[in-house]
């Protein structure tokens, strides 16, 4: 889960082509299809496919080229304050945020508030396999309500929810193990560079060491999301270019 953020997270930032860094538009809503994916981002100018998007950082959002798309092209849906709805009953609260991996699409957890999640504080968290997203309401699956968990629980494992220290520790080792992780490394392997380029920062003195070690933590942990993230990013960029070549009709 290396490449999650929450929709929050993103809102007001500024999107940026990554190679001219000309400016167009800021985020204002995530926008997801009938299949319950990420597919937009809905901007102050128009909508880009997320496909297009580069890196997400925490003060813009980088792609690969210029392409918007206006509204009438498109068949999409918003998953924010959509209601909550146990089977055929009446609403039990609604979406108040969600996470999603801006690499992929996919929704990795729900922020839920309402009369679902009085008893955490106002704000509970179910993850996917848990809930129908339909066309008026996310469904509760059998047995969901039973699952919630408290936000700081249900997010604690999430890049996202980590300081801004922690997140750019995490991309500093994640750059320099590209040259380092092959796809078909063993887990065993990809542990050992890890270890090995957090002692070599370390061994810099240039960094918190609390914070040092809850990245190499994480990694250590997400080694099998960082190796999967080495092996789309090339096929991602392909797929962007050609994309914008299609959806243009010329290069970007």
Known sequence: MINVVRRSQILGLMELDSATASRFGTVKEV????????VYLGTSEG???????????P???????????PQTTLNLRRLYRLPVRSSMTDSLGWVEDFLFDWETGNIAAFILSGDIAAPFGGRAVLYPEDVVIEAEAVVLREGAQERLKSEPEGLKGFLSEKSQQVKNLVKTIAY?????????DKPEVVRV?????HDELAASGQHDKNALQQATEFLQNEWESFQQSLNRASERVKRAL???WNLTGKKS
């Open 31 to 38: 926008w997801i299809d009938d299949t319950g994916q990420v």
């Open 59 to 69: 003060d813009a959002v980088l792609t690969y080229s210029h392409t918007v798309l």
């Open 242 to 244: 050609d994309s914008a």
């Open 176 to 184: 320099r193990l590209q040259s380092l992780v092959s796809p078909h």
């Open 193 to 197: 560079k890890i270890k090995e380029v």
């Open 47 to 57: 909508y880009t496919p997320l496909e297009q998007v580069s890196v997400i950082g």
